[in-house]
Nanobody, 115 residues
Framework: VQLQASGGGLVQPGGFLRLSCVAS????????MGWYRQAPGKQRELVVD???????TYASSVKGRFTISRDNAKNMVFLHLNNLRPEDTAVYYC??????????WGKGTQFTVSS
């Protein structure tokens, strides 16, 4: 499974962004999809996970500001980020967990929140 994320860049504090990620390859069905992030000098942390039924679990630091969605027909997952803060600056990695339980990662897309 290959993952390609897009949507990074530079955004001002309070701004918004949308990240996209598409999975391709030998995919029968996808269970979980989601996003991690890794800020400079910090460990990778889970941002949000969404199940195939649409149920999502958010990190407390992004709850109410970020919204995840997925398009099961297109094997895509999206992350809508609102009210961005400088501490949201990071490389964002999408992932999928296919029906076998194997997790696959994308290479990451980076954005910076700065004025």
């Amino acid at each position: 499974v290959q993952l390609q994320a897009s949507g990074g860049g530079l955004v001002q504090p309070g701004g918004f962004l949308r990240l996209s990620c598409v999975a391709s390859g030998s995919i029968f069905s996808i269970d979980d999809m989601g996003w991690y992030r890794q800020a400079p000098g910090k460990q990778r942390e889970l941002v949000v996970d969404i199940l195939s039924n649409g149920s999502a679990t958010y990190a407390s630091s992004v709850k109410g500001r970020f919204t995840i969605s997925r398009d099961n027909a297109k094997n895509m997952v999206f992350l809508h980020l609102n009210n961005l803060r400088p501490e949201d600056t990071a490389v964002y990695y999408c992932y999928v967990v296919v029906w076998t339980g194997i997790k696959s990662w994308g290479k990451g897309t980076q954005f910076t929140v700065s004025s």
